[in-house]
């Protein structure tokens, strides 16, 4: 972060899950604070807290309704909204609320998910599906609480500074909400330097070889055997399936660890046990859950496999990179990181995650002593040009422009 040539600013970060366990959205608003309190007094409102650093203000916002999720949603909003009205410089929101002058996207808006397959219909009966669908829109009060509490967030009349993970999101906000560029801005996930926690951990005098080690030793993984990583909180989204269609092709000693809550593992499962493979399979398969910290998951790991079928960034495809794991991951289209990317120089990038013939020839490429090393020092060498400092710099800038906005608005309405 600069040295600080102006007013310090109180501001207040609006994340329901404060968790490492909850996914990259909530590690991304961690890792801003955790940059942001060293140089302004930061407010986290939220309904659990699991990450706490030092100088962060924390308020807990109850949960009387916990179910349906789209109810807690609009209590966590109106909550929010009636703490964070006053003494506030900046009201940062990663969540789906009409209120706080800087909204941070990370994922596609309801807006596009749910109403890009009618739009794209076309003919009698398409028109009939997108009737249905439009109806079954205004008769959900799931869906059309999400879709207005987006368009009071995201809507250029309504002056918020939005702000997208990737240049893929980013155009698509634009199309859809027609924001330009004074209001729209992408800043892209960050990794902290993993010196530091090896430090930290007391391991700064093992070699690389022996942080592996150590590291499945910690997690209770073979050492060795290959380990691919995948990590996701959804397995279907996230290309599980996929994976294991690939694992099932691949060498014996090549075994998989899934991190993460893997949300619907259980059915991506199920057509390998029904097909007589599952006790050969699950053998080499190794769920970790989720866990607090990633760090030693990628350590312990050989290559990072990440066939997505819808990211808007891949977080996990950078810090990745940023432990020197080479990693294979959707082409951009997929995979909002990617747009970054060149194949087989610092990653291998699939055109399509759901060919897994295609997984395994590029995990079997990466995998040879050649591509790998190579791979691996070309990823890791550019994601230390994607640190968190830098990345908390561009949003202090946000700030500062959504701070003297609000002061010329005040202004203007106390000269009328």
């Not at 398969?285 to 760090?295: K, M, P, T, W």
Request: charged letters at 20%; a positive charge; one cysteine or more.
């Amino acid at each position: 972060m600069r040295d600080e040539p102006f007013k310090r600013l109180k501001i207040a970060v609006l994340t329901r899950h404060f968790s490492p366990k909850a996914g990259g959205a909530e590690r991304y608003a961690m890792a801003l604070v955790n940059a942001m309190c060293r140089h302004h007094e930061v407010h986290v409102f939220a309904q659990r807290v699991e990450f706490a650093p030092d100088g962060v203000h924390y308020h807990l916002i109850g949960e009387p309704l916990k179910r349906p999720r789209w109810m807690n949603q609009w209590w966590y909003a109106y909550k929010t909204w009636q703490l964070t009205r006053v003494g506030f410089d900046v009201v940062h929101s990663h969540e789906n609320t009409w209120h706080g002058q800087v909204q941070s996207v990370h994922v596609r808006p309801a807006w596009l998910s749910l109403l890009a397959a009618a739009q794209a219909s076309k003919g009698f009966t398409a028109w009939i599906k997108t009737g249905w669908r439009y109806l079954g829109l205004l008769i959900s009060p799931r869906r059309m609480s999400y879709l207005w509490l987006e368009h009071r967030r995201l809507h250029p009349k309504f002056g918020k500074q939005v702000v997208s993970v990737s240049k893929s999101l980013e155009h698509e906000l634009h199309v859809r909400f027609g924001l330009d560029a004074a209001h729209l801005s992408t800043v892209s996930p960050g990794v902290d330097d993993t010196t530091d926690w090896i430090r930290a951990q007391g391991l700064e005098r093992m070699s690389q070889a022996q942080l592996k080690r150590h590291a499945r030793e910690r997690l209770g993984l073979n050492p060795d055997r290959t380990w691919l990583l995948w990590v996701g909180n959804d397995a279907r989204k996230k290309g599980l399936v996929t994976l294991l269609n690939a694992l099932n092709s691949l060498p014996s000693h090549v075994h998989l660890m899934v991190v993460g809550q893997a949300r619907h593992a259980d059915k991506v499962l199920r057509p390998f046990k029904a097909g007589g493979v599952s006790k050969g399979l699950e053998s080499r398969l190794q769920f970790l859950g989720s866990l607090s910290d990633v760090s030693m998951a990628y350590l312990a790991s050989d290559v990072l496999v990440h066939p997505t079928l819808e990211d808007t960034f891949g977080m996990v495809v950078l810090e990745a990179m940023s432990w020197a794991r080479p990693v294979c991951v959707s082409e951009a289209k997929f995979c909002g990181i990617a747009a970054h990317l060149h194949h087989q120089d610092n990653a291998y990038v699939f055109e399509d995650p759901l060919d897994s013939a295609a997984l395994v020839r590029g995990i079997e490429w990466v995998l040879q002593a050649d591509n790998f090393e190579r791979v691996a020092n070309a990823g890791l060498k550019w994601s230390k040009t994607q640190n968190w400092a830098s990345k908390a710099q561009a949003v202090e800038a946000i700030y500062l422009k959504s701070r003297d906005l609000k002061a010329s608005v005040v202004f203007q309405s106390t000269q009328a």
